[in-house]
């Protein structure tokens, strides 16, 4: 991963001043959130450690059963409303080839697309915790589905599995989500179908 691919920064620089500032409080606090995990003795691959850190930092309390769920390889991505990706472990930059620009700068659905119906029920998975519609963790029947990236510089394909979503809460608030998925490679088969 690159911190950039040009000197202006172009996606940055096509935000507004409060989402500029976003950007920069979201890098800035993943980079503390990092040299704290590792000032603490801690891998920075051990995802429970690094996610229990950040979810600390961030003043965000976890179901209590969702650590459980978290395997070595997993990717584990954190969501506020938007969506916006707040925090993801080092597995996540396994299968994807933004730029810190990209990731901080940009909606993450700006650069990836995945089979509808996969989206669809993602969507919902994600709206109903949000709404309390559903208040604790879900295990969504979303079947592992096709991912892409678009408009980056080396576009990666694969599959992903999202097997967990977890509400985080501040004050008895949901404040965001907690997706944990499982990926792997492309098999090189072109889909055919929709994609969002």
Known sequence: MKPFRSEDLPVFSRLTSAEKQNAVDFITSALEIFEETRAEGFQLNDSPK???RALRKLGW????DVFDRIGEHDVVNIYSPGPIQVFQNLNFFDWVSLTLEELYAAPLHQYSRREAKAAELAFQ???DLFTGVKSSTVFPDIPEHYVEEVGTESPTKFYITIHTVSPLKKDGQVVAIMAISRCRL????PYAG???
């Open 50 to 52: 690094l996610l229990w």
């Open 61 to 64: 309390t976890p179901q209590s």
């Open 186 to 189: 492309w098999d090189g088969v």
């Open 125 to 127: 998975t994600a709206v």
């Open 194 to 196: 929709e994609l969002l």
